[in-house]
């Protein structure tokens, strides 16, 4: 069941990325990112108050690294950072293009675990160096291209979503999954307006109106429920399994793009989606391997 939350979550969040783009032709990418985020909030709270009066006593174990408040806006602080890059590079790439760098994390996430007590396979400095080969096709798709400002955005993206998902792995099983996430997206939603403020954005109802599908899929859809997917299903699956999972984002968008936007890559750029899939691929077989015989990393 965890493993079908996560690629539900990944199959959700291929459809956010059209979305996003989408948006960028009515709001500003905080103005945007803060009301999807409210949007969220009250789309959640049903199932909060379901969680809380029927559930709550089952979610919890061991001692709390922080209270849940306090957890809350911590996430936030990295839901805001990642969402945030990525959704300003979808000013200037691609939804297809920007769900295969945003993959990147597949390869990030066992590098960063490694600083935190877990073993780094070989497998992840091939899968770093195929995905970094595939990197250079998708940033400069013909020779001599310049240099896109939106693919380096979303690779930053993938770096601060790493750290996302190592910090649900190590909290997830302390908190009400749904109650946590809520309380997140309320601080996020709370962070990207005041950042829209400081960066000048104008909201409008007019242009709040023109983006109102992409508001309301990314904040029902791509926003509250895939992220309670994530949270709920990397309690039963290590973090770097969970990331392999999550990566199936990369197909779910080009497969997106395709069919929304109309999106076609160039030879180039499919090139590169090949060796980003070919290092994806590397490190899951890895895993496939090692699992019979070792026993998985579980979470925290």
């Known amino acids: 069941m965890a493993c079908i939350l996560l690629i539900?979550?990944?199959?959700?969040?291929?459809?956010?990325?059209?979305?996003?783009?989408?948006?960028?032709?009515?709001?500003?990418?905080?103005?945007?990112?803060?009301?999807r985020y409210l949007v969220g909030v009250l789309s959640m709270l049903p199932i909060v108050y379901w969680e809380q009066r029927y559930h709550n006593h089952t979610l919890h174990e061991g001692?709390?690294?922080?209270?849940?408040?306090?957890?809350?806006?911590?996430l936030a602080i990295?839901?805001?950072?990642?969402?945030?890059?990525?959704?300003?590079?979808?000013?200037?790439?691609?939804?297809?293009?920007?769900?295969?760098?945003?993959?990147l994390y597949i390869v990030i996430v066992p590098f960063f675990a490694y600083f935190v007590g877990k073993p780094l396979r070989r497998t992840a400095l091939?899968?770093?160096?195929?995905?970094?080969?595939?990197?250079?096709?998708?940033?400069?798709?013909?020779?001599?291209?310049?240099?896109?400002?939106?693919d380096i955005l979303i690779a930053i993206c993938s770096v601060v979503w790493s750290i996302y998902i190592l910090l649900v792995d190590r909290w997830s099983v302390h908190y009400a999954g749904f109650t946590l996430v809520a309380v997140e997206f309320f601080f996020a939603g709370i962070y990207n307006?005041?950042?829209?403020?400081?960066?000048?954005?104008?909201?409008?109802?007019?242009?709040?109106?023109?983006?109102?599908?992409?508001?309301l899929y990314c904040g029902f859809l791509g926003g509250g429920l895939a992220y309670s997917f994530q949270f709920i299903g990397q309690r039963g699956v290590a973090p770097t399994e969970a990331s392999l999972l999550l990566s199936s984002e990369t197909v779910f968008s080009v497969i997106g793009g395709w069919l929304i936007l109309g999106e076609v890559l160039?030879?180039?750029?499919?090139?590169?989606?090949?060796?980003?899939l070919m290092g994806i691929v590397s490190s899951q077989i890895q895993l496939k391997k090692q699992s019979d015989h070792q026993t998985p990393d579980s979470p925290q």
């Open 126 to 150: 091939i899968g770093s160096l195929l995905a970094m080969i595939g990197m250079y096709f998708l940033a400069y798709p013909t020779d001599g291209a310049s240099f896109n400002r939106g």
């Open 193 to 215: 307006l005041a950042l829209s403020h400081l960066a000048g954005e104008v909201i409008t109802l007019e242009n709040i109106r023109s983006a109102l599908w992409p508001i």
């Open 63 to 74: 001692k709390k690294p922080f209270p849940l408040v306090l957890a809350a806006a911590i």
């Open 78 to 103: 990295f839901l805001t950072a990642g969402t945030g890059f990525q959704q300003l590079g979808m000013f200037s790439t691609t939804a297809g293009k920007a769900g295969f760098i945003t993959s």
């Open 8 to 35: 539900a979550a990944a199959l959700l969040w291929g459809g956010t990325l059209s979305a996003q783009r989408i948006s960028t032709q009515f709001l500003g990418a905080f103005s945007f990112m803060g009301i």
């Open 266 to 276: 160039s030879g180039r750029e499919l090139v590169g989606c090949l060796f980003m």
